[in-house]
């Protein structure tokens, strides 16, 4: 709580300052930014960080033209559809950037002569670091790092970075060790991941999928069990060799890590009168939603509980949660989602995870945050299910104090980033 208090203060003291600097700021008319993306599109919440920014950009930027470069090779057609559908003018290249400044696809060229910025958005470490390095150093152009956790996967994105306009991280463990370890980018802060902002939404899809599965607004809530480490040898266009120790880990662990979700489950059905839908973030969880969690209820629970056993989009995964009383996930991005549309969100993390997690403490979700390594935490967990399916009301008034928390932060970080394309 004292570090929560202490952060909104220095936020509040930072937007003060940040308002009489820039008051007399105007965004050029032709600015330019090229998003460098989509990660992977396996993961609707690595799926959300697209959409989040062009939204910020919409709002605070309005007069900015935003151009998205697709970090993944792969990019679906229906991905393609679900962004033209929100963002009708939103312009995609292909393509990627030699060390020398060579694009290997004439549009790329265009959009980088065209950018007046080069920013990396939200993701697990600054993936697009090299792209970056040449975008600055072979054309001379600024660069920003918008929402990203730093240190991991060996990422030599630590030269980069200080050499950037701006630099926000998700969570204040990656922004306190990148201080330490000497990074210094002209502006350097917390910063939300850009997928609090997403807000694609597919009604038809939502309500047609509750409809078959008998779930009515406002009487279900949701949750997503995880592996310990994603298996992503199963993600079809990654072509990743089966990984014997990564596999043996996630086995090891499904006992531990899901029986309090089981326990959960089985006090909501049967001490309220709510149902529980099952669903996944990545596509790998979608079978152990049925094979490691529903398989294990009581047979008086299951009548009461729904597994989706089919894909979605962010669009309909958000639409659905907006109808939910919240979600309960063992996955970060759906409760980033859900805070960022006002919904309680409960979150599990562990030591194979990275520090995003902690980003719940910095916007006042300390009590909605598990660490599953810990056995006390393991013991409040069920508890605390409990009581936001059962105090709806309660839960909502402290998700919209988070929420925000968030949407303040965001205004300032995105004052930011137009100062950087002046």
């Known amino acids: 709580m004292k570090l929560h208090n202490h952060l909104k203060r220095k936020v509040f003291a930072f937007g003060i300052i940040l308002t009489i600097f820039l008051s007399g700021h105007t965004l050029k008319k032709d600015t330019v930014i090229l998003l460098r993306s989509g990660w992977q599109v396996e993961n609707i919440g690595d799926i959300a ?6 939204a910020l950009a919409e709002q605070y930027m309005p007069q900015a033209k935003v151009i ?3 970090y993944y090779s792969y990019l679906p057609d229906n991905d393609v559809a679900m962004l033209k559908q929100r963002f009708p003018k939103m312009v995609i290249v292909r393509g990627s950037l030699s060390s020398e400044g060579v694009a290997s696809t004439p549009e790329l060229a265009a959009a980088i002569k065209e950018a007046t910025i080069l920013i990396n958005n939200s993701g697990p470490a600054t993936i697009g670091w090299a792209d970056l390095t040449t975008f600055h150093q072979v054309f001379k152009k600024p660069i920003g790092v918008y929402g990203v956790t730093y240190g991991l996967y060996g990422t030599p994105e630590k030269k980069i970075l200080s050499d950037a306009a701006f630099v926000f991280f998700r969570d204040t463990a990656s922004l306190n060790r990148a201080k330490q370890e000497g990074i210094h980018a002209k502006v350097m802060e917390w910063g939300p991941d850009a997928a609090f902002a997403t807000d694609v939404e597919d009604e038809n899809k939502a309500t047609a999928f509750l409809k078959a599965n008998n779930l009515a607004d406002g009487k279900f809530i949701c949750c997503i069990p995880k592996h310990r480490m994603t298996p992503v040898w199963l993600h079809t266009h990654k072509n990743k060799p089966f990984d014997k120790e990564r596999n043996a880990r996630n086995e090891a662990m499904k006992a531990h890590d899901h029986a309090p979700m089981i326990e959960a489950i089985t006090e909501i059905v049967r001490q309220t009168k709510l149902k529980v839908l099952i669903v996944h973030e990545d596509e790998t969880q979608m079978p152990i939603g049925k094979d490691w969690v529903y398989d294990h209820l009581p047979n008086d629970v299951k009548p009461r509980v729904v597994w989706r056993s089919a894909g979605w989009l962010t669009d309909e995964a958000i639409s659905i949660y907006k109808r939910s009383v ?3 996930s063992y996955e970060q991005h759906s409760p980033i989602m859900c805070v960022g549309h006002g919904i309680s969100a409960i979150l ?3 030591e194979e995870q990275s ?3 902690y980003m719940w403490n910095t916007i006042g979700l300390q009590d909605w945050l598990f660490d599953f390594d810990k056995e006390e935490d393991i013991k409040r967990f069920v508890p605390a299910v409990l009581d936001m ?4 009301a309660k839960a909502k008034t402290k998700v919209r104090k988070a929420k925000k928390f968030v949407e303040q932060k965001q205004k300032e970080t995105m004052k930011i980033v137009s100062l950087a394309c002046s």
């Open 389 to 392: 399916a059962k105090n709806p």
């Open 355 to 357: 520090t995003k997690g």
């Open 68 to 70: 998205f470069w697709p």
């Open 49 to 54: 960080h697209t959409p989040g920014f062009l």
């Open 348 to 350: 599990v993390r562990w």
């Open 326 to 328: 919240g979600l309960f």
